[in-house]
């Protein structure tokens, strides 16, 4: 729902495959609740609606059909759970196996369980749940970027493997390469204030409460070895959420 280069992982890698199109000759039309505008990408940009999450879906969900009864693109792809659809990419996992609730502090197993329960118990909740299963009839298409997202595609909707395409993250292996750390390994070091026998480790995460930093605070909190430990974390948002 959200077109922007400067965003979480997903939105930035879709405004990048979008123009990576347009770059080579392809017509890119964009629809969104809100956005950027990228050279060669033309947006439409429905503003972002008044209520809870359901409403704004639903709000959503008519625009598009009506967008795509206007402009009758020849492919469609959608990170959203919005019909019709050639190629549907979930944002965020497939809602029927991860229905567990966010990560808390303080919060023992069963707290977070219960929490869990709750949420699978409202409303909006299971609307989601049933606009999911119906992308799982309506788009033939689904996208996967792990094994393990293809996997609980299959196990949930029993979508058959070819139904499915998997495109693993990547990385640019020359900006990422093992030999920057003879160039950044001692003044980053210095500059976090990490002594040459303690394990450094970086989290990395626009949301990250969302991408689990909750659950690796409190290993760290279990584990007595930790203890010459720093976790360096780079954060987008939610951050000041564990100070």
Known sequence: ?????????????????????????????VFAEEGEAIPGVALTALGRGRGGRTLRWRRYLRAWQRWVAEVRPEVTHTLVRVWPADFYQPHHGVLRVNQGSAWQPGAT??????????????????????????MAREVVRWGALSSLVAAHM???????????????????????HPRNRALYR???????KAAEDE??????AYQPRLKGLGLVLEAMAAEPAARRWKLWVVAGRDHDYFL
């Open 1 to 29: 729902s959200k077109f922007s280069p400067g965003a979480g992982g997903a939105e930035c890698w879709f405004c990048q495959l979008a123009g990576w199109l347009a770059s080579r000759g392809h017509e890119v039309k």
């Open 109 to 134: 197993r069963t707290e977070r369980s219960g929490r869990a329960l709750l949420k699978q118990l409202r409303p909006g909740h299971r609307v989601m749940l049933w606009a999911e299963a119906k």
């Open 154 to 176: 299959m196990d949930a909707y029993r979508l058959p493997l070819d139904r499915i395409r998997l495109t693993r993250n990547g990385i640019d292996l020359e900006r990422f």
């Open 186 to 192: 001692a003044s980053l070091r210095q500059e976090g």
């Open 199 to 204: 394990v450094v480790g970086l989290f990395v």
